[in-house]
């Protein structure tokens, strides 16, 4: 046994394992714009197959493509059926082609099938010419089975290539397919065409590839029919008793054995608005099965559709800026201008804009909005761009199709890192509220994650913009305070300022509690540190042994030279050797008791 038949009866052992009778035939591809479709195909019967040699079947056939100069191939696709569970590898013009798309049916205790395949490319690059579809062969399950006594032997082929030119009015293709069929034992079928849009009836037409139709069934005494809304389609080729009888619409054959490629005009069965089709199938003897429907409808109308392309986020900000682009691809005329646009933010509409141009066929347009995010909303959440849509859910363009008109993203926020706060740093007053500082433990205590980079600042503009850092935190010398310094705290997406207080104290000042008052430099002054500058309000007094006060000074008066200003002077003012004592009269909340003790003056 050769490969193929062998993988031909696992098919056989796999179809029957499962329970697939039918495939509805459903929405496939949709085209709008200036298209229209054809189909080329051909049978393998050699006959009709309800005469004596019925059980005949070639495996391959031919067809002629012949389109028109200025017409332009959007879509080929090839379908092929026949009886068994299915050949799935054919040859098109030499080019060996394996199915994309299978399709089952059961019936009366036998299978059916149908295959699919794109030949877009094959097609372009052919052209115009004779295709031949070969070693499509199905011959090993008429032996083993009873198609030949039941006839319903057939085998075929066919290409629906949907087409341009810029000659035609705007339409609307639809490409329907599956596998279902009407016999003797089930004679009626009900198909739904949805997603229709009908503006204008005017020039529409239904295509059917069909397979099995006989031209000698019905019988007298049985009923075939094909409708459309209730209406009963036929034309010169097909009688309005026998609609699948072998023929082809677009060369005016009769001998399409057993499988039919038709086309009727249906302007006066369908309705301006309608958004679906039904057509029904009645068969009392014939055995027919349908696998593509294609219709074309007059459909001037544009789609208009949107898409959010960017969001830029500001840090420590409910201001976001937002690149969009409405677009109007599939549609068959121009988008009109000032087409409304609604923004939502979690459902909640925060913003409207419109459109500023009409948007040609195919093309679009772009803009950029600023939008503030209401503080009600959660850092995290959808934003929504609607078009055609004046703030409550309706909008003011008929469309090709009013459901594609949204597009969302989800956005969090850029939120400021979280950070400790910190305290105010004292140091000593140096004189003039200077103060040196060490704050360089502060970069860590002030991070609630260890990864954050912290840099310190003078002013909260250097800190927002990220400039001119304070290079040195351990030794950080202020001239004048309280100062306050800025803190910039950033991860990987944003950054917090916070900032913290340099602040000086007025330490107890230190007594130097000796003075030689020679004129050598060293110590010829009473001197005290951390005293003028500082306690800017100082009384210093200074007594002898016996209690008498001798001199006093403040932050205005000059130093002690051990000379006497007060009391009675003997011999000058300059005063004898001796032990003295002072009392030093800070005149500050932070020491309400004079500090005192003694000096030794020496010459």
Known sequence: MNLKLQIRNFVVLFFFSCAAFAQDVALFRQFNGRYDFTIIGNTLNTSENNLNNFCTITTSSSATLNMGANDEIEKAYLYWAGSGTGDWNVVLNGVPITSERN???????????????????????????????????????????????????????????????????LNQINVYDGLQGVSRTQNHLTLTLNSLNVIDNAGSKIGFIAWEGDVNLPTAGFTESLKINGHILSNALNPANNAFNGTNSFTNSRTLYNMDLDVYEIQNYIQIN????????????????????????????????????????????????????????????????????AIYADGNLIEQTLTVPPIPIGGSYSDTIFLTIPDEIPNDFTLKFVVDDTGNGTGIVTELDETNNEFSVSISMLVSPEFNLLDKILACNEGLKKG????????????????????????????????????????????????????????????????????????????????????????????????????????????????????????????????????????????????????????????????????????
């Open 436 to 603: 040196t500082f060490d704050f360089s433990h502060y970069e860590e205590m002030v991070k609630v994650d260890p990864d954050h980079v912290v840099h310190f600042f003078n002013s909260q503009e250097e800190a927002q913009a990220n400039q001119n850092p304070i290079p040195n935190t351990n030794h950080y010398v202020a001239s004048s305070t309280p100062k306050e310094i800025f803190v910039r705290i950033e991860d990987e997406n944003c950054y917090s300022i916070t900032s913290f207080l340099l602040d000086t104290k007025n330490c107890p000042p230190t007594v130097y509690n000796a003075v030689t008052a020679n004129d050598d430099g060293w110590n010829d002054f009473f001197f005290i540190r951390g005293l003028r500058d500082i306690f800017v309000n100082f009384k210093l007094s200074i007594y002898n042994r016996w209690g008498t006060l001798v001199w006093t000074g403040n932050n205005n008066t000059e130093n002690w030279y051990g000379q006497a200003t007060k009391g009675i002077q003997i011999g000058g003012n300059n005063l004898p050797d001796g032990t003295y004592y002072y009392i030093l009269d800070l005149n500050d909340p932070d020491y309400k008791t004079p500090l005192t003790g003694y000096v030794y003056l020496t010459r």
């Open 103 to 169: 399709f089952a049916y059961f019936q009366n205790d036998l299978d059916y099938f149908c295959a699919f395949t794109d030949v877009t490319s094959q097609i372009l690059s052919t052209g115009n010419g004779n295709y031949t579809l070969s070693d499509l062969d199905v011959s090993p399950f008429l032996d083993a089975n009873h198609y030949c006594n039941n006839r319903t032997n057939f085998a075929g082929w066919a290409i629906v290539i949907v087409y341009k030119n810029e000659s035609f009015p």
């Open 274 to 341: 309608d958004e679906s089709v039904e057509i029904q199938l009645t068969s009392e003897q014939d055995f027919v099965m349908i696998s593509t429907i294609l219709t074309k409808l007059n459909n001037q109308l544009p789609d208009a559709t949107i898409s959010i392309d960017n969001v830029a986020l500001e840090c420590n900000s409910r201001r976001i800026m937002v690149d969009y682009t409405v677009y109007n691809l599939d549609s068959t005329n121009p988008l009109m201008a000032e087409v409304p646009i």
